[in-house]
């Protein structure tokens, strides 16, 4: 192999790995949404680091996978089940090495009686890093949509 064909080769092999860690990202952020729906504290906690931070409306702080994972356990969350669905997204990703973004919208939806309906909307930004081989998500700041902070949050970077 030539030196063209090397760098032709280690370029493809850059924009496949940046491919692979965006698919990844992506997968990771959806299946919050999988976990908390399907009653799966361990599995939506593991979804996240160790020393992670979640960020709710300014208003509800989480810190750490046990937090989490007792936020799925909570009552709150166990009134909605299993008539919740999370549906994550869409999200404009980017990834940076070993550090991503993950911008989107998370829409709750819940039947009651009968009929299914918005139980909450909100834009999300997610940060996640890659560590001990996989991405895990360790800050999530959510914002009610509606919100002047909802639209400050859309707005950050990487």
Known sequence: MDADDRALFDRLSQRVQALEDER???????????????????????????DCVLDIDNVTFMHGRDQVREMVKGELHQAILPNCAHLMGPFAIEVDGDRAVATGYATVYVRHEGETRIWRQAFGRWQLERRDGRWQIVRRTSRAVGTVDAQRLINQGL
């Open 24 to 50: 990844a990202v992506h997968n990771t952020v959806t299946r919050y949404g999988f976990g908390v729906d399907s009653d799966d504290p361990d599995g939506t906690a593991n979804l996240y680091a160790e």
